[in-house]
């Protein structure tokens, strides 16, 4: 019982500062075009802090053994195409099925991983929380960034692929050669070098290089990096509350990627982790932090690419209300079987 407690008093402040956001845009203080001035910032200076000194601290060396990194990445990529499958289902539109898939899988490590890690397991599960999620925070971006691209890229592909068609019966296929080089084509590989270029990928790039390269950073840096890490979270939230609308038509889709958040990604790990015979308290850590809500960075990242700010909201409100009950019955669970 007292997990669930404890995990209903972790989401609730999150709650209040989406409620203030919404209450700045109800009373006129920021508007639509502030919320987009907020996400842009997020995602070009907050968010890759946040995740550049995430990475620069994180011990790898610590990591238990290749078993564990094959729990922690098998568990995301069997759940990517489990989502993939749902979503064929759950979304009638092809081009808004990568948002449903990134927003299933894109989990809140990085906050509410750690504090339900350090909760639950003190600070060796501390620990644990940081290696995992610089593990998964990683590859959540990946997928979920190249997941939310995958129809534009098709996109392009099949607009080149007929340009080219055209071409070749326009010139009787004399310059075929030629016609593959269209604009579709030039603009579907800048697409592909905007992504690898991004602020995010880059200070994920970047993080990771420094670490295995043992750079010693100045503590001045380390203090930058945490002051403006820290400032993500807020204004992410805040941007969330100024965007949500209540009244949408979306809930069935938000509902079914808070079910698979929530509930079939802790499971799959857990079978998974059972699978590759790992360590009780790796598993207990590991399922713990497949268990948190749909991340805050999901919103930033999707808003950022195009999609609908309310979607990304509300899978977020879903996944964050509903974590407030299942991981505590989850925890309560690995209890109960010795895993922690």
């Not at 997928?143 to 129809?151: A, D, F, H, T, V």
């Not at 965007?243 to 802790?266: C, D, T």
Request: with cysteine.
């Amino acid at each position: 019982m007292e997990y669930i407690v404890y995990s209903v008093k972790s989401v609730s402040p999150i709650f209040l500062i989406i409620a203030i956001g919404t209450i700045l845009r109800k009373v006129g203080l920021i508007d639509k075009i502030f919320s987009e001035k907020i996400t842009r910032l997020v995602f070009n200076i907050f968010l890759p802090a946040l995740l550049l000194k995430s990475l620069i601290l994180v011990d790898f060396q610590k990591t238990q053994s290749f078993r564990m990194i094959l729990t922690v990445w098998g568990t995301l990529f069997a759940c990517f195409f489990i989502s993939r499958g749902f979503s064929c289902l759950v979304v009638s539109r092809r081009q808004s099925r990568g948002f449903f898939v990134s927003g299933a899988i894109w989990g809140n490590v990085a906050i509410m991983g750690y504090a339900l890690g350090e909760a639950l397991y003190g600070l060796e599960g501390l620990a644990r929380a940081a290696i995992f999620s610089a593990l998964v925070m990683p590859v959540h971006i990946f997928i979920g960034y190249l997941s939310m691209n995958s129809y534009a890229s098709l996109r392009f592909v099949s607009n080149s692929g007929s340009e080219h068609t055209q071409t070749q019966q326009s010139v009787n296929g004399s310059n075929s050669a030629r016609g593959m080089l269209t604009v579709s084509r030039i603009k579907y590989f800048a697409s592909k070098l905007s992504f690898i270029a991004n602020p995010v990928t880059m200070s994920i790039a970047l993080g990771i290089l420094l670490n295995l390269l043992q750079f010693k950073i100045p503590d001045l840096a380390l203090t930058l990096l945490d002051i403006l890490g820290e400032m993500s979270l807020p204004l992410s939230l805040i941007a969330i509350g100024g965007s949500l609308q209540f009244r949408i038509a979306n809930w069935g889709e938000s509902l079914f990627a808070a079910v698979i958040k929530l509930i079939v990604m802790p499971a799959a790990a857990f079978l998974i982790a059972r699978v590759m015979q790992l360590e009780r308290a790796w598993t207990a850590s590991i399922v713990i932090g497949f268990s948190c809500p749909t991340a805050i960075s999901f919103f930033v990242i999707s808003r950022s690419l195009g999609h609908e700010a309310s979607r990304a909201a509300a899978i977020i409100t879903a996944s964050t209300v509903g974590s407030a009950f299942s991981a505590g019955i989850i925890a309560t669970l690995l209890k109960l079987w010795g895993y922690a």
